[in-house]
């Protein structure tokens, strides 16, 4: 008997009745000693019989003014998981055919995935012709069209091929060799996209890429979101996980790496915090049904637990209101969200578009909605499995095994469905034909209504690079009628290597629209690093009287890539006028890393600082706060001497001085008492003791906090310093590669600072994760981990992905170098053998690691 019948024959041995207690550890999502009682009584559970999409139509619940169309159904397309329409309206589909073929997931690797190319040739709304573009994939589950062909994900590589003639597949060409794990696809690399600055990005990656004079260029990013990206009109990400419905960029992510020394950022910001969902049928068939406050009393679900697909509706047939929307996919409560998404200084906030319901429920246990896109017609499209069990195996439960075998979910499989929503009151736009459009059509499409049209129209031109598109677009940027149109011109010129320093001082000079503006401002940064630099400074500078913030968020960005005293000066006038917004406190704070006591003297000595504000206080603060943690006694005297200055108003002394200890990493909310952080420095700094003789109380107290954590060899009561081996310079180049990916990869969760965010990521400064066994920290980091786990005596419910198919042995070892060194981390680096060792032990490991198996290791 094979080992995978003999999982099966195991697995539905423990099978039990639906009323029973089921606590055999049957499944890989089981929790030992967890008792999964079903909470929903059988009677109250209706059948889930498939329903054909004529009868599932009628399931579905939506707002007045709208109606819900199939566009395609099995068996013309089989377990579709994403999808993407080509310059001639032709639907690309990922078909996920082998996902889940049952509940022990054998077969889950044969080679019957396949992406598939519909067409409706009639003009009736619904796709009547399919071709197979490429097939005998295992597992495929992402599509990028681009440069004339086509991005495929088919873990692990992500592959490129030409588009030939009879919609046929040209050679392949490997782009990454790990893309993706081949297994848990819940939480691998998945939703390349292209943006709008001509990079293209992934949901659940650290890397982005182009493609630039025939060659494959790649440079890291933040690691965005699980299942699922999408971008609004402006070019900002939209992402979410299972039980975090949407999330958001902060600030662009290349800007909050800039500042070492700088910890108080955010990667990420929701809209909105409540999770609540509001189901129109009972939810017993959801992985951790069995829980207390999964489901609500009448067996509703209650949160989101399987938020994925997020779309961004950027489209022309909805009621304006609509514009800019996030849809939300909740497969597992069998709805899609409408969140109404509004900006004000800097901030995205949202709210449920309908008062305790959802914009699209279904009575229909099967649909799965996992994606959702504005289609070039304008219409809302989403992707729906159809597929009876969801969960992957690498999380199934007992329960939910059991939930899906009653209902004979589990036979539910190789079917699909494409849904297509519109509203009444417009008809839909016409079917594009943008693939021979020249260059002329193209520039002009830039300015379209519909998001979908200007973002084909953009990718194109960036493509074809066509000589006399240029002239039009400068055009465009500089005197188009639609702001869009504009924003999308400046940003095909840069993608083209045509933008120049002229039609960016235009835009600078009468640009009306503030976004756009903004735009333009980002865009002079390539530009500053050469001989146009000295064209486009003053430009900038021009810019610090402008009264949108937007305008200011985005030149406090730019400015921090100038090293010019103009520049400077600029940011400290940005800082006077608009400090009151956190977002432009944080943006000036990214770009002065290095330069912080430069702006404290700037600030300082000017007369409109004389005026204390709280905001004032904390920002001086932080600056304060990044000389101490860089760490350089010399600068950490400096300091200490203008905080000392007779000209120095009292208010700023104790604002300096509480600011420079690092933030106490024991201020999170339920977690024990942590070591004290303590600044070394190699001898008293001789403006302490001139501090401490100051006939002010305010200045003696707060020099007393900091007399508690800066020692110096001799100070009374100062232990010796322990010995920490210093790295040698292989381990300190690893220790900064680690850094960035840290940076890049990680932070956006477990924050800059390593303190983690609460409902998101446990904090790894000071966690006993980082300062125990290197092979613990290097298993999590290569396999990922499933909680429950505590850290640092609390409780965390969440669930971590591997790294080992994204990073390859060096980078993994850089990785836990970084983390066992950093926030005066003493603990031993790892090298890459070490890594090879833990990865060839476990190289048959296919699923994340549990608190229990990681205590295990000696």
Known sequence: MSSSIRLTALLAAVILGPSSVITTLAQNGDKSGEKQVPRVPKEKIPPAPVLP?????????????????????????????????????????????GYMPNPAGVGENEPVGRISVLEDTDGDGRMDKKTVFLDKLVMPRALCLAYGGVLVCAPPELMFYPIEAGLKPGPAVTVMTNYARTSNPEHTANSPTWALDNWIYSANLGTRFRRVDGEWKKTPTSTRGQWGLTQDDYGRFFHNSNSDHLRTDYLPAEYLVRNPFYRGVSGTIQPLKDQTVWPSRVNPGVNRGYQE?????????????????????????????????????????????????????????GRNAQDKTEFLTSTDEIFRPVNAYTGPDGALYLVDMYHGILQHRVFLTSYLRQQAESRGL?????????WRIVHDGKPRGPLPQLGKATAAELVNALAHENGWWR????????????????????????????????????????????????????????????????????????????AEKDALVPKLLQQVTHKNLDVQIQLALTLGQVFDPGAEAAMA??????LGNAVVRDALLTGLGGR????????????????RTAEREQFLGALARCVTVQGRSERVNQLLALIGAATTPSWQQVALLNGMP????????????????????????????????????????????????????????????????PLTADEQARFANGKALYDLTCAACHQPHGLGQEGLAPPLADSEWVAGKAERLTRIILHGLRGPITVLGKKYEMDMPGLGGTFDDEQIAALATYLRREWDHPYDPVDKAFVTQIRQATVKRDEAWTEAELLKLK
């Not at 779309?311 to 109404?340: H, K, M, T, W």
Request: with cysteine.
């Open 53 to 97: 999409p004529s009868e599932a139509v009628k399931s579905f619940k939506l707002p007045p003014g709208f109606r819900i169309e199939i566009v395609a159904s099995e068996p013309m397309v089989e377990t579709p998981v994403a999808m993407q329409w080509d310059a001639d309206g032709r639907l690309w589909v990922v078909e996920m055919r």
């Open 573 to 578: 006038k940005i800082a006077t006028v608009h």
């Open 662 to 725: 690092p933030a106490p990493i024991a201020a999170k909310k339920g977690s024990p008492p942590m070591r004290v952080k303590q600044i070394r420095v190699p001898a008293e700094p001789p403006a302490f003791a001139a501090l401490a003789k100051l006939n002010n109380p305010a200045v003696r107290q707060s020099l007393a906090k900091l007399d508690a954590i800066l020692i110096w060899p001799g100070k009374p009561g100062v232990p010796a310093e322990k010995p920490v081996r």
């Open 293 to 349: 406050k999964t489901l609500r009393p009448d067996g509703t679900l209650a949160s989101y637990t399987a938020a994925c697909g997020p779309g961004i509706y950027r489209g022309d047939n909805f009621p304006p209101q609509y514009r800019g929307s996030a849809f939300v996919c909740e497969p597992s409560g069998n709805l899609v969200r409408c969140d109404l998404l509004t900006e004000k200084d800097g901030l995205v906030t």
């Open 410 to 418: 589990d036979k539910v499989i190789r079917h699909g469905r494409i």
């Open 596 to 611: 912080e006591l430069e702006m404290l003297r700037l600030l300082v000595s000017d007369k409109e600082w004389q005026t």
């Open 455 to 530: 973002d084909t129209a953009q990718r194109l031109l960036v493509e074809r690079t066509p000589g006399d598109a240029i002239p039009l677009l400068k055009t465009a940027a500089t005197a188009g009628k639609n702001p869009l149109g504009r924003l999308h011109a400046l940003w095909t010129l840069d993608g083209m290597g045509q933008l120049d320093a002229a039609t960016l001082s235009a835009a600078l000079d009468k640009e009306a629209d503030a976004k756009v503006r903004a735009a333009a401002i980002r865009l002079t940064e390539p530009l500053l690093r050469t």
